[in-house]
Structures are given as C-alpha cells and as structure tokens.
C-alpha cells in the first residue's frame, strides 16, 4: 500500500493517482493530511505538495489537480530519458515534473474540452491534439511516466514487493457490415449493379450475381475464419454489430432479417457481441436505449460494450449518455484516421467528467485505430508500424486493442497481412 500525504484530497487527485499506482501498477493508495500518520507508515509513502515534509520520496505539484474547470493551459514539452513529460517542477522533486497532473490532463482529456478545429463530420481530429504535435501519438506516455516513477519509488523502498502484470491483447471487430451483397435488399442491389456498369466493373457484377444466386458464399461473411482462429485462444475478442441506421443509404442493412439475426446469436455464441451505436442515433437517447434494448433481446445477455459509428465520440455528451444506458465500457477513444493512443494510456481508464468533476464508472479501453488508416500501405510497412506500436505496448505490459473489419479477412492478397497479424495473436 502507498500512503500518499497531500493537503487536500480532490476527485482529480484521486483519479489520476489511482489511474498511475493502482490500473497501471497495482499499488492500492490511501491519503492522509496528517503528517504523524505519514511519518509512522512502515511501506511505500510519498508527499505531493508545493514543499516536502522532510527527506521522503516528494513529488511537487504543479496546481492543476486542486483546480476546478478547465481553461487554455501553457504546455512546454521536455524530454525525459526516452520518453518526453510536460508540467516541469522544481529541483527538490524526484520527478521533474508533475506526473499526475500531466496523467490526468491527457486521461481526461482536456484539452477536447476547449476550443478547436473540428473535421467534416465534427469530430476532435488527431492534428488538433498535444500528442501529434508533439510527436508521441504512438507512445502510452502515461503508462511509460508510470513504470519509470515505479523504478524510482521502489528504487528507495528496495524492501516492498512490486506486482507485475502481462501483456493483454483485446481483438475489436467492427461487423457493421457483415455481408457485401446478401441480405441487402432489391432496391439496394440494383442501385448496386447499375453503379458497378456504370464503372464497367464487370467482375464485381458477376461476383453479386452468384452471391444472390446461393452459388458461393458472400465475401465479408468471414465470421467462421475469425471464430475458428480464436477458438482455443485465451485471447479476448469483441465483435461489434449495428442495429440501427447506418450512415449511408448504401452501407444499410435490414437487420430484421432471420440470416442476419441468426449470425448475431452465432457470434454471441463464441465471443463478446458490443453494440455500434448508430451516426443518427447519438442525440436522440430514446433511439439509443431502443438500439440497446433491441441488441440486448437478440443476444438474451445483458449489452456491456459498446463503439460509436464513424468515431464521432463527443464529450462529454456521449459518454454520459452511455453511463445513463448502465454500459460499462466503450471502445471508441481512437482517432478515425490516424493510428495511435487518444488517451495516452494503453490500459482501460474511468472516463473523468471535466464539467461536473466527478470520476464515473464508465470504462474507456484505449484502441489504437482502425486497420484502414493503413489500407493504402504496403504489407511491409503495415508490419513495421504495427510491430512498432505493439512493442510499445509491450514493454509496459499494456492492453494491444486494433480494431479489425469482418472485410479484412476475406481471403485475398492485399488481407494476408491482416489474417496474419490477426492469427498470431
């Protein structure tokens, strides 16, 4: 256990220190703002303050986590080892700067509550963050600052026992289109044959055909592949189904339809089913809680998952939507069209409410992105980049979450590279 001595005990100090010792590194915390209780503790114990009590381990605090609000914050990037760190405090700290605001300010993500520059679809875009500035998208800097103070803390406790966790992979399937040609409909199709003639794409055209005659299976319709690949694996698996309205005309699908039905309650069979909320649904709650109730009855299980469509996650509105819906965790903290950690964390955090300041129960699993940022990029490269984020993840004994297509793992050359990656787990 770590006592930890601090003047006063805020939701964002307890939030951001329990994120760093007890998520990350498995140390149970207790505060106290008594200095006899904190000079009698036997184990671990640090003071976070303006000033240490005395030669203990002491880490200064640089204010934001005693502040209500958020306003425009001054942000100076230093390097740090390997890694980098911001909010850099005086000499007497053993951290040169203040790690726990510097945890929360990212974890809650600040600053997407202030003013910036939305994409098409209004979406927080990955240019406009502190970490593709600044160069580390692709580090879980939060869970690097947490190891290091770790090595040093421990450092001066060499009596105590450290804990140590492993690497965790957690397959996301986002299945919102689980068929190319079947199940859609006539209007659809034939909208669909009269675009591919108008683009002379005869192949396709063929390839619709013998899917609507029963003569071959349809492409997308990959779900066999992904649960025979993960059957004995003690890999984590979730795959994500929509059951509203998609957000093109062309992308719609009945889901009414038996054949469809029928593949949910399969899937639900082998692995976690989540629910993707629906593009036109997110500002109409009623719409919401008819999209989970309606999942719900087909699965006969209780929704505990959900991703929101085209990665339109707004705060705080959607989260506190989805803590209204009693869903505990969400998967949609990644950047529609780049890869790396929105968070800059690689393991599951409790989404902080800025504008009431208030810790909620809501699970937020880090996703590093969607396979399709890559889809223009050689296998080559898609190897080095996913090899590169994961080892990052690694060596932090994170969570490793991609989240894949049911398309990506039809059977043809431009897929292998995902079938691979997918398969060796």
């Avoid at 001066?156 to 190319?180: G, N, V, Y």
């Avoid at 006539?186 to 909208?191: E, G, K, S």
């Avoid at 209204?324 to 929105?342: A, T």
Wanted: charged residues 25%.
């Amino acid at each position: 256990m770590l006592l930890v001595h601090t003047q006063k005990v805020t939701p964002r100090l307890d939030y951001a220190f329990k994120h760093i010792c007890t998520r990350i590194l498995g140390i149970k915390v207790e505060f106290t703002s008594v200095i006899e209780n904190f000079i009698q503790h036997q184990g671990l114990k640090l003071s976070y303050g303006k000033q240490p009590i005395g030669n203990e381990f002491f880490i200064q605090a640089n204010g934001l986590l005693w502040e209500q609000g958020f306003e425009d914050v001054e942000i100076t990037i230093s390097e740090w080892e390997e890694s980098i760190c911001f909010f850099s405090v005086g000499e007497r700290s053993d951290l040169p700067f203040d790690i726990f605001s510097a945890a929360f300010y990212l974890l809650s993500r600040y600053e997407e509550y202030l003013p910036h520059v939305k994409d098409e679809l209004g979406r927080f875009p990955a240019k406009e963050s502190l970490a593709y500035k600044k160069g580390f998208l692709q580090q879980p800097v939060v869970d690097q600052w947490a190891y290091k103070f770790s090595d040093i803390l421990f450092g001066k406790f060499p009596e105590e026992q450290r804990k140590a966790r492993k690497l965790t992979t957690h397959h996301l399937i986002d299945a919102s289109r689980p068929f190319r040609f079947a199940q859609r409909g006539p209007l659809r199709n034939t909208a669909g044959y009269f675009r591919d003639l108008a683009k002379f794409k005869l192949k396709r055209v063929i390839e619709r055909s013998r899917v609507l005659l029963k003569l071959r299976k349809d492409p997308y319709n990959t779900f066999t592949w992904i649960i025979n690949n993960l059957k004995n694996s003690e890999v984590r698996y979730t795959m994500f189904f929509l059951i509203g309205e998609a957000y093109t005309f062309r992308e719609s699908l009945n889901t009414k339809r038996e054949k469809f039905r029928m593949l949910v309650k399969y899937v639900a069979d082998y692995a976690e089913v989540g629910l993707t909320l629906s593009f036109h649904s997110l500002d109409n709650f009623s719409e919401l809680k008819n999209e989970k109730r309606q999942m719900e009855e087909l699965t006969h299980r209780q929704l505990k998952s959900t991703i929101i469509d085209k990665s339109l996650l707004a705060l705080p509105h959607n989260y506190r939507n989805l803590i209204e819906l009693e869903v505990e965790r969400d998967f949609s903290m990644f950047y529609e069209h780049s890869l790396g950690f929105r968070g800059s964390t690689c393991t599951p955090f409790l989404f902080y409410d800025l504008d009431f300041e208030v810790k909620t129960p809501l699970v937020i699993h880090p996703v590093i992105g969607r396979t399709d940022v890559l889809e223009a990029e050689k296998s080559s490269e898609i190897e080095r980049v996913m090899n590169t984020i994961k080892e990052n993840v690694n060596k932090v004994n994170g969570t490793f979450s991609l989240l894949y297509s049911n398309k990506d793992f039809v059977s043809n050359k431009s897929n292998r590279v995902w079938r691979h990656l997918f398969s060796e787990n």
